[in-house]
Structure formats: C-alpha cells, structure tokens
C-alpha cells in the first residue's frame, strides 16, 4: 500500500517561498498522479497542482504564475514551492495520489501545517 | 471553476440514523464526482467515487447516488465513529473543486 510523507518548514515569512517535499513509499511513481492539495484552517479543500512521473504538470490557475512542482522519481520524491506567500498561504498541506485511471484522491500524506508570519 | 454546494453545513443524528448530504455542482459534471470524509486532525480518505462506486474498505452503509449535478451521499445507519466532515469533490473540469463540507455530529 502506497505511503506518503510531507515535510518542510511549518514557519515562512511573507513574501518568502514556501517548499515542501513529499516521499512516497510502497508504490512506483508511475502508478498515479501526484498532487498538492491544502487546507486553510476551518476551510475547504483547494487542489494546487499536481505532476505526472514523467514531469507534466497541471496547475490551478488561482496559483498558476507563483507554484514550481518538481518531481525526483529517482528518490521517490515530489515538490511544491510557492513563491511570494503571504497570511492567505497559512493552511495544511497534503500530497495526496490519483491513481492511474481514477479521478480520484486516493491515497493521501498526513498533511502537514504551514503557517506564513514574520 | 466549478461550485459545489453541500447541505446542510452540519447535521446533528442519533446513532442508527439515516443520514443524507447532498451536493450540487453549478453546472453538469456527469458522474465525476467523489466524497471524502475526514476527522478532526487527520487527512480525508476516500469513501465513494464515479458518484456511486463504493472504495475499497469503505463500510457498506454508505452510499452515494446522482449524476449531472444533483448528488447525495447516505449512511444508511449513523454509527458513533461516522462522526466528521464530509466533503464531495468534482473532476469533470480543471481544476478539481470541493464542497465546502458537511460537519456530522451525533446527538
């Protein structure tokens, strides 16, 4: 059973990056998509992006112009910066997987907070 | 992008109960929709997918139905760990959207 892991600072000052890495254990990075999906406190669900083993990417057009995903199927290991944070970033962030074939989110990290303050 | 309604907000049922949620997407999705339930600090898992299909491991009280974008999801009899948020989420269009969730309490 595929397993994901988030890490990366849980602090980020405004206007900085914010970077998190996602490692997945007990499947191939081809099995699926992988994607970025937050959650502001007491909020919804907001689907940021995701990549494909093979490096294509798809973003929310709501982030587009400030999200690099990154992929290192080597490691088994995927990434999110999101530049120019500000108070509006603070939330979980999960890495979550769609399998292949599914438009589902199938298998997801634990989630990990992200808080933007000075 | 595509909204997603649920009602209501929050419920509150007696163990044994039949419970309906139910999402409305703002315009025509086919079947492509999913719902997820989540517990307070823990990540959402998947429980229905295609609108109707039951995942894997997922308890046989719920349920989900409709399609275009008319849905409901049902668990036939409120059980004390139900209790926590259920979101439904659409992917016919990018970029996949969320409800804005429906908190179960039990009374």
């Known amino acids: 059973q595929v397993q994901l892991q988030e890490s990366g600072p849980g602090l980020v000052k405004p206007s900085e990056t914010l970077s998190l890495t996602c490692s997945v254990s007990?499947?191939?990075?081809?099995?699926?998509?992988w994607n970025w999906i937050r959650q502001s406190p007491g909020e919804t669900l907001e689907w940021i992006g995701y990549?494909?083993?093979?490096?294509?990417?798809h973003h929310n057009p709501s982030l587009k112009s400030r999200i690099t995903l990154s992929i290192d199927t080597s490691n088994s290991q995927f990434s999110l910066k999101l530049n120019s944070v500000t108070a509006a970033d603070t939330a979980v962030y999960y890495c979550?997987?769609?399998?292949?074939?599914?438009?589902?989110?199938?298998?997801w990290g634990q989630g990990t907070l992200v808080i933007v303050s000075s | 992008d595509i909204q997603l309604t649920q009602s209501p907000s929050s419920l509150s049922a007696s163990v044994g109960d039949r419970v309906t949620v139910t999402c409305q997407a703002s315009q025509d999705i086919r079947y492509y929709l999913n719902w997820y339930q989540q517990k307070p600090g823990k990540a959402p898992k998947l429980l229905i997918y295609d609108a109707s299909i039951l995942e894997r491991g997922a308890p046989s009280r719920f349920s989900g139905g409709g399609s275009g974008t008319d849905f409901t999801f049902t668990i036939s009899s409120l059980q004390p760990e139900d209790v926590g948020t259920y979101f439904c989420q659409q992917f016919h269009n990018h970029p996949p959207t969320f409800g804005g969730g429906t908190r179960v309490e039990i009374k």
């Open positions: 007990g499947d191939s990075m081809r099995s699926g998509y």
């Open positions: 990549i494909y083993y093979s490096g294509s990417t």
């Open positions: 979550a997987r769609s399998p292949q074939g599914s438009s589902a989110f199938g298998d």
